[in-house]
């Protein structure tokens, strides 16, 4: 590219700011321990955000390998490669290792750790040893849940939900649920703590001329992000000690054993089984969104780089942001239409509702694309994957809302495909996005596009093919969570495709591992700036500094970068810009 | 379980002699005038969307791929499925067709840079508003619906009381008459057509999810608190049915049928076997270990009590 900024060469309007260094000591990166010791102790919020990409990625292979497992069991009715118990673990383990130790950990705990310090022109995370807490904490955590495999009785076999009373000592013995416990909430005390690292980074720690109302979508979702993380972990871990209690103390909070009635009143250790729903899903209903802002975010970078432009609707943007997490902590109910026990409506409307905000985030991202001049690299080519797959993941999302439909398809196939489509589109597509797009940013070198875009089409086909038919299995009847079937219900075909897809889905996998392994050996040199980036991190050096800048340039709109580099094509109102044709006259509107 | 199954056919059986038209369903489903009032609330529902002429026509609709529904309230439930999937189809397919010209036609075809627009105030309105009519249209066929569907009579023609078990059924009718099964043996529900007949359900352990594919209808089975819902099959039919909430080892074995017959066919059902099973108490299946059947108190609906629906 021909624009690519050498940082020597932002001289001038470059205002001093403080990297947390003294001046003349920038380069001096390698006083202390060196080696494996450097990484162990680091605080560098670029080191452990890269390390928890790496476990998130490695986590997501191990994860990614029992998803076909199980579509192997499932591509034949009866088939005897698992056991009950076997597949029951393995969906456990699947759901697990991918919600809460991948999707999540990889977006705050990975790029956001890595990206946000940069997109606010700070020197680090506000709180370096937190962070690297964080981290430790998460690893130890992913690790913990593992294990479970390796205990007696083996892993926990109960769902990503845990439901009470299945998860009571009585029905699921064994070490391996407790291990799973322990092992979120070490993974939630972890977020918790990059929630508040990512909170206070992001209201102290933004350079001078970075209002809030110039931070990039990114950093907006992430700041949200953090806000609802705080909202909604701590309520599982409570949970989460609570069942451990009821488990190892005879507590009784989740098991209704024991109830009877004394003078019509209900005494002694009477618990309730919909306390534990309540409570997850209080958790799990933000935590889907904890899933999905962050790569809202990505994709909101992702597109107005790759189009020219700026972000569309920028301030609806976050609004409609802001909204959605305000939405999702009242709708937590929907997971629970089918219990009887829940205000249908109340929960049914605000359920629906939250289409509105994620509307306007579509039409936004479809306005950013608008009269652009679109480059369809590998970034590009997985937003607009993830596109398709959340707009059919939301339509079919939408319905689950309505509680009659619900009622005809909640745990079947067809919320199994529901999920899936959303999850795979945000952490998948969008997540994957990402990395493509920041990786010239770590580490100064291209990922291989031919190999990218294999990855991407096979993907994109692997995904239509693995979870379409499901929607109908779904339809047809066939529940979530069996190892088994009916061979005479004409479920098997659908499967079988389904299973055919996911193997394609795998294979576009095994591209990327090619593509590590060739950035690695053939280093393709990638410059500071490669794809004409336009906030901030691309004005540094790839990969950027110990403390990241060791000047800015002046930061007037949300893309400084870009004003930087292209100084005649500052943002303009609508209505104007006919006439003033991307010259500015004098005005900068973005940001005031 | 395979006595209790045996006594259960033995039961039937003998009914089905009596009665051949059970096997076979019948010429005509009952147009009572309750039928009728509930199509003009459904007339009601379908205005309160756009789609509401599209709606009423829902007969010659396709299903897409749904049931369509063996039950009066499974009929409601699939007609805003319909409905559902016609807004989905549109709103979608727009936003596909808006997506997929954005790529084609924005392609970079120069090195100039694009008009940098940035904001758009009256479109970003009209994209907030009519998303948001959108919504209120969906909630409110929602609500009609839901409403028909959780409604419960306050006479039904008979009551059922559903206990879920690890990894079986127990269906008890108020003349006594239990149908006990569990995975190798699935039980079944004999239920009169036409007529609404009243569910409590609950377990016995953990959860467990009381699902008919047909019924377009599933429901949590829960330890602690009764839950109740109407069914009122329409044709007389045999109908899969398939516990959906994950219950541990065997959940996905954990069957039932229900069989739906004419009320004359179902009170015979009900008297032959009520009067086999007490003369042979042993013929009636036997829960697993450990279920102790009144751990869960009074039941409601005998006698009228229907009010008892916490912990007891
Ligand atoms: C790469 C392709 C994937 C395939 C082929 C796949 C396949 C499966 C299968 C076969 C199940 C078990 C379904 C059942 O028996 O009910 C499952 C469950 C699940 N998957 Fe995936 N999966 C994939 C990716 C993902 C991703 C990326 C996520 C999340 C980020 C995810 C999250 C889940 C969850 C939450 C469950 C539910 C676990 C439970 O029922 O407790 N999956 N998946
Ligand atoms: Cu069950």
Redesign the pocket.
Known sequence: MTDVIEPTQTGLQVPEVPTGEPHGHAGHEDHGPSGILKWLTSTDHKVIGLSYMITAIAV?YI??I???V??L??ASPHSSLLSFSQ?NA???M???L??YL??GPFAFGGLANYIVPLQIGAPDMAFPRLNALSYWLYLTGSITMMLGFFVAGGAAQ????AYAPLSSATSSPGAGPDTWIMALVLTGFSAIFTGVNLCGTIFYLRAPGMTMFRMPIFTWNMLVTGILILIAFPVLTAALVMLFCDRHFDTHIYTAVGCHLVNGLPMRSCGSPLLWQNLFWFFGHPEVYI?ALPFFGIVTEIFPVFSRKPVFGYKGMVFATMSIAALSTGVWAHHMFTTGAVLLPFFSLLSLLIAVPTGIEFFNWIGTMWHGQLRFTTPMLFSVGFLFAFLMGGVTGIMLASPPIDFATHDT?FV?AH??QV??G???FAGFAGLYYWYPKMFGRMLHEGLGKWHFWLLFI??WV??MPQYVLGLLGM?????SYPSNLGWQSYNIV??V???I??VS?AFLLVNFVVSWRKPIPAGDNPWDGQTLEWFTTSPPPHHNYTHLPPIRSERPTWDYNHPDALNVPHGKAAHTNGKTNGKVRAGV | MGTANSSFLAGFDSVGAVDPSLTSAPPDTPESPGRRHKSARRRLAAAGVVLGAILLGGCQLPTFGAYKGSTSQARSTFHLWQGFFIAGLIVGGLVFLLIVWAVFRYRKRSDDVPVQTQYHTVLEIIYTVVPVLIVIGLFIATVVVENKVTAVEPNPYTELHVYAFQWGWEFQYDNGVKVIGQTTAAPTMVLPTGKTVRVYLRSYDVLHGFYVPEFNFSRYASPGYWTSFDLHVLHNGVYRGQCTQ?CGLYHSLMFFNVRSVSPAAFQTWLHTTGAFQRQHPNSIGQLPAGIHANINGTAPGYSGSSGNTGNS
Do not use: C, E
């Open positions: 997501f994860s990614g029992m998803a076909l199980m579509r069991q499932l597949y393995l969906f456990t699947h759901g697990s991918m919600l991948f999707a109960f769902g990503w939900v899933l196939y199994v999920f899936h999850l795979i945000t952490a998948v692997g995904f693995t979870f529940p979530r969570r069996v190892a389904s299973t897809g996911a193997f889905i795998g996998f | 994950l």
